[in-house]
């Protein structure tokens, strides 16, 4: 079951935080494990002896406490049951449901006796008066769906890891649907869909007011279906024109912005390496999972092998949490990935499923390389077994890479 792999890399920063003067912010698209992660740390504080009565847990989806989500009251019932002389731990799940919930976080913040967990499935969360209101104030940890390191743990009678990421690569990453595929692939995909349909329906459309779902959802296919490739407004709207119905480009920016404010894409800009400037147009969009975009295209899974490579080692380089990231631009080529640190130093990356067989492919991965002058590490990650060095490139397999060792 999902609930028994521990994902140590957020367990443990929320170990770090514990008794920290500061709001614990998990944010991340739903059913990426938030809920699941603050129950196990639950596990975990009563472990260290925190008694059962220091700890209130309340999850606002739950439809017992979606009849009263009035922020005062809930205060007044948190502040009633708070154990006195010792530290209480607050678990907010959902926070997002309970109107004008920027006055209740405040409100318990404030009080000497509690340390406060939130979390949050859409990025408003953290914008506007909340951000305002807790500057200084509180650390996100943004959630994804399984690693490939973590999607081995659930398979553990599967010795083949390069057979594994194969199936990693065609279908979801969300922990429950991994679950559930185990038991029926169709439950697994309905299960899929439902977090769509609840993303899109009730985060997107209903909040936003978005009149035209069908353009709405045409505008997702596309940027679904084009993953890893540079893109805009104006020519998605473009693209989108059917005769005498197209989409504003306005619109389209609103639609972008409300599909990354819930974590169904992320934008990465482009950064011009010799002018050492960030370009304003053309972003690179990757989807939060790729069963997601599965279940919107009429692709096969196994469709478009370089693109979903990319879009994997881009959500690990967001889970690895080592720099910014953005795409390379240098004279006519790019870089699939720079990762600049806040020391100053980079690395940078190209993706390609395969190049020991192809060496016009080889040539033109490492092509981008040749153009920049500078010492910082360069990788090139395959699917080839072999790892090899090209004038300072280290090219690696990208299995090895995502599961942090190096093959034989």
């Known amino acids: 079951m999902n609930d028994k792999i521990i994902r140590k890399e957020y367990l443990d920063q929320l170990k770090l935080l514990k008794d920290q003067k500061v709001i614990k912010v998990i944010t991340g698209i739903r059913r990426s494990g938030k809920s699941t992660l603050l129950e196990i740390f639950r596990d975990d504080l009563k472990l260290q002896g925190v008694k059962t009565k220091q700890i209130q847990s309340y999850n606002f989806e739950d439809p017992d406490l979606n009849q009263d989500l009035n922020w005062r009251s809930i205060y007044e019932k948190i502040s009633a049951k708070l154990a006195t002389?010792?530290?209480?731990?607050?678990?907010?799940?959902?926070?997002?449901?309970?109107?004008?919930?920027?006055?209740?976080?405040?409100?318990?913040?404030?009080?000497?006796?509690?340390?406060?967990?939130?979390?949050?499935?859409?990025?408003?969360?953290?914008?506007?008066?909340?951000?305002?209101?807790?500057?200084?104030?509180?650390?996100?940890?943004?959630?994804?769906?399984?690693?490939?390191?973590?999607?081995?743990q659930m398979f553990p009678d599967e010795q083949n890891e390069d057979r594994l990421f194969e199936k990693y690569m065609a279908n979801s990453a969300f922990p429950e649907v991994i679950t559930l595929s185990k038991v029926n692939e169709k439950l697994s995909n309905n299960y899929l869909r439902d977090i769509y349909e609840t993303i899109v329906g009730k985060d997107i459309a209903k909040r936003y007011e978005i009149r035209n779902e069908v353009d709405f959802e045409r505008v997702i296919k596309f940027v679904f279906d084009n993953i890893g490739s540079p893109l805009s407004a104006r020519n998605i709207s473009n693209a989108l024109k059917m005769g005498s119905n197209s989409i504003f480009h306005g619109t389209v920016i609103n639609y972008l912005k409300y599909l990354t404010k819930s974590y169904l894409i992320y934008p990465v800009s482009r950064y011009d390496i010799k002018g050492k400037k960030l370009l304003t147009t053309n972003d690179k969009y990757y989807a939060v999972d790729l069963g997601l975009r599965n279940i919107l295209l009429s692709n096969s899974p196994k469709s478009d092998i370089g693109h979903r490579l990319e879009n994997i080692v881009y959500l690990e380089l967001l889970r690895r949490n080592e720099g910014e990231i953005f795409v390379g631009k240098t004279q006519e080529s790019e870089v699939d990935f720079i990762v600049q640190k806040m020391n100053g130093e980079r690395i940078y990356y190209q993706v390609a499923y395969q190049v020991n067989d192809r060496p016009e492919t080889l040539e033109r991965e490492l092509l981008p390389f040749k153009k920049i002058k500078d010492n910082y590490t360069k990788m090139l990650l395959t699917m080839d077994l072999v790892p090899e060095e090209f004038d300072g490139v280290k090219k690696i397999n990208v299995v090895d890479w995502l599961l942090g060792k190096n093959r034989g």
């Open 85 to 152: 002389g010792v530290q209480n731990y607050i678990f907010l799940d959902e926070i997002q449901n309970v109107p004008e919930f920027e006055k209740l976080v405040d409100g318990l913040f404030i009080k000497d006796n509690i340390d406060l967990y939130i979390t949050g499935s859409n990025a408003f969360l953290l914008s506007g008066e909340l951000a305002t209101l807790l500057t200084g104030r509180y650390i996100s940890i943004h959630m994804l769906p399984f690693s490939f390191k973590e999607y081995v």
